[in-house]
Nanobody, 118 residues
């Protein structure tokens, strides 16, 4: 089993920055990729970004490309999401998720709230 704990959410103004963290514990060696997802009120959960642990390869959704950066610390087993130039439409609960293969994400964190005021 793997446990994922997000932190770093909060209330900011449009244009501000925020950094989220996703700390993994347990059988972390089984994780091949970590992704960030978000869910706004009344909307479906959407993919934001992901990083592959072995290569550091990243992928971003068009809505955050150029503003958000995902990174990892292999020693701390932590993935970060640096969010710059935040917009009100970025308001959502942000979840990190761990994948053990290419078929999808197996482990999920509890989420952290990000609110961007205009």
């Amino acid at each position: 089993q793997v446990q994922l704990v997000e932190s770093g959410g909060g209330l900011v103004q449009a244009g501000d920055s925020l950094r989220l963290s996703c700390a993994a514990s347990g059988r972390t060696f089984s994780i091949v990729a970590t992704g960030w997802f978000r869910q706004a009120p009344g909307k479906e959960r959407e993919f934001v970004t992901r990083i592959r642990w072995s290569t550091g390869t990243t992928y971003y959704s068009d809505s955050v490309k150029g503003r958000f950066t995902i990174s990892r610390d292999n020693v701390k087993n932590t993935v970060y999401l640096q969010m710059n130039s935040l917009k009100p439409e970025d308001t959502a609960v942000y979840y990190c998720a761990g994948a053990i293969n290419e078929r999808g994400y197996t482990y999920w964190g509890q989420g952290t709230q990000v609110t961007v005021s205009s």
